[in-house]
């Protein structure tokens, strides 16, 4: 079955840092041979969250296992990225099993903190109308309660330091021949006579 993550996006948001950091730390290695590198000019930022998000989905996997005792396995995983950040942000977008995610929202129908926050979720108010209510999220009317059940167990997902993710480069071979060549290839770990 189809299902939507609302994991929080990468527009100013934890998952960004995470990249940044990642790009701030290999420039430093970089820093030693050519100071003047700007490593982010180089990175393929698309490819780049899509590895992040195949890592990020791993983890909520390996979370919801040990949190809900339910095995959770997130296939043909996309990242569907709004053209501007004003009203929305990234979503994933992946299949499951249909029996897994259906456990996962019945182990969640018993929880009551999941529950009263259904009910705020789904109430209307001056300026609001609610798309769905308590009844129809609860009776999965057009399939929404994953989305309900993912918006409450991923802001609790907080062990971003378990996510592995490599950055892309969009030409690796651009970014070595913007490198000292004397100096990357001891980065590569070989020297003109050869290996090391």
Do not use: W
């Amino acid at each position: 079955m189809k299902i939507r993550i609302d994991f929080g996006g990468f527009y100013y948001t934890t998952h960004e840092a995470m990249i940044d950091n990642m790009v701030e730390y290999q420039a430093e290695d970089f820093d030693k041979f050519r100071q003047d590198i700007n490593l982010s000019e180089f990175v393929d930022y698309p490819k780049t969250y899509q590895n992040y998000i195949e890592s990020y989905c791993e983890v909520l996997g390996d979370e919801i296992f040990y949190e809900y005792d339910t095995n959770i396995s997130f296939k043909n995983i996309r990242l569907d990225s709004p053209k501007y950040y004003n009203f929305e942000t990234d979503i994933i977008y992946c299949d499951v099993l249909k029996k897994d995610q259906t456990r996962l929202n019945k182990i969640l129908l018993k929880e009551p903190d999941f529950l009263r926050r259904l009910k705020e979720a789904t109430k209307s108010y001056d300026g609001y109308i609610s798309f769905y209510n308590y009844d129809e999220v609860v009776n999965n009317k057009d399939n929404i309660l994953h989305q309900f059940v993912y918006g409450y167990i991923c802001p609790k997902f907080d062990r971003y330091d378990n996510i592995e993710f490599d950055l892309v480069y969009r030409d690796e071979a651009e970014l070595i021949e913007y490198l000292d060549p004397l100096h990357i290839d001891r980065l590569l770990g070989f020297n003109h006579m050869g290996p090391k």
